[in-house]
T-cell receptor, first 112, second 114 residues
Framework: QKEVEQDPGPLSVPEGAIVSLNCTYS??????FMWYRQYSRKGPELLMY????GNKEDGRFTAQVDKSSKYISLFIRDSQPSDSATYLCALGAYSSASKIIFGSGTRLSIRP | DAGITQSPRYKITETGRQVTLMCHQT?????MFWYRQDLGHGLRLIYYSAAADITDKGEVPDGYVVSRSKTENFPLTLESATRSQTSVYFC?????????????FGPGTRLTVL
C-alpha cells in the first residue's frame, strides 16, 4: 500500500466551478501537509501548507486536513483557466524532517 | 540568473553509459534534493544533501551517485544508465530542510535511456 494515495484524474471542470482535490494517507506520523502546483513542463511550486486539522485559507484556495480520517483536501473557488495544472499533495513528519512524501498528482483542466 | 537551474534540460543516452545531471542554486540554501517523477509514482526522493560533503539516501537511490563539494552545486550521476531510469529529474533546494520549509524546484531534466 502506498503511503499517500491521490486520484490521478484528469479532472475537467468549467471556469468558475469549485474544485475539490483529495489525498488519503496511511501513516499517522505525518504532521505536515502541503499542496504543490505543477504547470506542464515546469517544476512543482509550493501552494499551501498546514500542520493542524481544520481549514486554512489563502485567497481562492482552502486546504483542509482531517487527521482522524487521514484525509486532506484542497478546494479551489471560482476556478480560472490559469489554475489548470497538476496538483500534488505532500506530507512530512518530525521523524524524517528532510523527507517529504509526494502524492502522484491530480491533473486539473479548467474549461473557459 | 537567480534561482535554481538544471542542465541539460533534455538528454537522450544509451543503456550502460554514464550520465551526469547538473543542479545549481544561487540562494546558498543548505539543503538540496534530487527527485525523479514518473507516471503513477509522483515525485520520489533519490538523494538529498544537508550541506557540502553531507549526503544521504532517499527512497530510490540505487543506480545513482551524488556529490556536493560546493554548497551551490549538487550533481547527480547515473553510473551505468538503464531503461528504468528514463524519467524526469527534478532538483530542489531549501533553507533548513524541515517539512515546513519551502522546497524550490528547478525546471527539470527529461532523460531518455534507449
Amino acid at each position: 500500500q502506498k503511503e499517500v494515495e491521490q486520484d490521478p484524474g484528469p479532472l475537467s471542470v468549467p471556469e468558475g466551478a469549485i474544485v475539490s482535490l483529495n489525498c488519503t494517507y496511511s501513516n499517522s506520523a505525518f504532521q505536515y501537509f502541503m499542496w504543490y502546483r505543477q504547470y506542464s513542463r515546469k517544476g512543482p511550486e509550493l501552494l499551501m501548507y498546514t500542520y493542524s486539522s481544520g481549514n486554512k485559507e489563502d485567497g481562492r484556495f482552502t486546504a483542509q486536513v482531517d487527521k482522524s480520517s487521514k484525509y486532506i483536501s484542497l478546494f479551489i473557488r471560482d476556478s480560472q483557466p490559469s489554475d489548470s495544472a497538476t496538483y500534488l499533495c505532500a506530507l512530512g513528519a518530525y521523524s524524517s524532517a528532510s523527507k517529504i512524501i509526494f502524492g502522484s498528482g491530480t491533473r486539473l483542466s479548467i474549461r473557459p | 540568473d537567480a534561482g535554481i537551474t538544471q542542465s541539460p534540460r533534455y538528454k537522450i543516452t544509451e543503456t550502460g553509459r554514464q550520465v551526469t545531471l547538473m543542479c545549481h542554486q544561487t540562494w546558498s540554501h543548505s539543503y538540496m534534493f534530487w527527485y525523479r517523477q514518473d507516471l503513477g509514482h509522483g515525485l520520489r526522493l533519490i538523494y538529498y544533501s544537508a550541506a557540502a560533503d553531507i549526503t544521504d539516501k532517499g527512497e530510490v537511490p540505487d543506480g545513482y551517485v551524488v556529490s556536493r563539494s560546493k554548497t551551490e552545486n549538487f550533481p547527480l550521476t547515473l553510473e551505468s544508465a538503464t531503461r528504468s531510469q528514463t524519467s524526469v529529474y527534478f532538483c530542489a533546494s531549501s533553507e533548513s530542510g524541515t517539512p515546513t520549509d519551502t522546497q524550490y524546484f528547478g525546471p527539470g531534466t527529461r532523460l531518455t535511456v534507449l
